[in-house]
């Protein structure tokens, strides 16, 4: 990243978080040469990640009306639900108040009645059981060292469960180490009828955990991903082909 600009830096008890800039490309970052959210001003509402891209096959499980994204980041999953279909209730959740204040100054956040932003940790509003059932649950949770390591504990899971409406989906993005997390699988599958990974180019793996059963088939959801791609404004058949039942 020796060519990107600093544009801005604060630090605050939990680290520094940095926003590095070149041409039309702007990255958050919490160290040295991880990047949190990556936006390009051009096309704010379009992923520059793949683990991102990924996250959004969720809308192969229907559209959301309310969706709670856990770890706001540089608003990079707010701005594509955004686009996607301005009328999701999204209720972000973001540990750190520099991010937030961040993600509004230097990431074009999309601010409107429809976002509400909640400064607190994620697990800790998760326990609080809003009574207020939402279709998903947007999990990316990490810090400067790597993912939130409660998001795999059985509380958390027991938690999140409770918020999802009956058709709900929970929606995880977890190092490609994940991937073999046997007792995390477990978790997920006593807890949802239906439990899914996608394995991306940049190493993480995207579990998407339903509360149904989900009859999809090869055809039905390269022809939804057909559909959704040109809302999306991006190809979702790429991370449809690492789209797999984790079992």
């Not at 209720?91 to 509400?116: D, Y």
Request: aromatic share 8%.
């Amino acid at each position: 990243m020796e060519d990107y600009q600093l544009l801005a830096s604060v630090d605050d008890e939990f680290g520094r978080v940095s926003v590095l800039e070149l041409g039309d490309t702007r990255i958050l970052t919490f160290g040295h040469n991880d990047e949190q959210s990556k936006l390009n001003k051009k096309l704010p509402h379009q992923p520059q990640h793949t683990y991102l891209k990924a996250m959004l096959l969720s809308l192969l499980y229907g559209t959301p009306r309310r969706v709670i994204v856990l770890g706001l980041g540089g608003g990079l999953l707010v701005h594509a639900l955004r686009n996607f279909d301005p009328a999701i209730k999204i209720t972000a959740v973001e540990l750190r108040q520099s991010v937030i204040a961040i993600a509004k100054q230097h990431f074009m956040l999309p601010l409107s009645k429809k976002l509400t932003i909640v400064q607190q940790d994620a697990a800790e509003y998760m326990a609080t059981r809003d009574d207020r059932r939402v279709d998903a649950i947007y999990c990316d949770l990490f810090h400067a060292d790597g993912m939130q390591a409660f998001q795999r504990e059985a509380e958390f899971l027991d938690n999140c469960l409770y918020q999802l409406k009956d058709n709900g989906l929970l929606v995880l993005n977890c190092w490609k180490e994940a991937r073999g997390d046997t007792d995390l699988r477990q978790r997920l599958l006593e807890r949802f009828a239906d439990v899914r990974a996608c394995l991306t180019g940049s190493g993480n793996w995207v579990i998407f955990a339903a509360r149904r059963p989900q009859l999809f088939s090869q055809a039905s959801l390269k022809q939804q991903a057909q559909q959704l791609s040109g809302k999306l404004a991006f190809d979702l058949s790429q991370p449809l082909t690492r789209f797999e039942e984790w079992r």
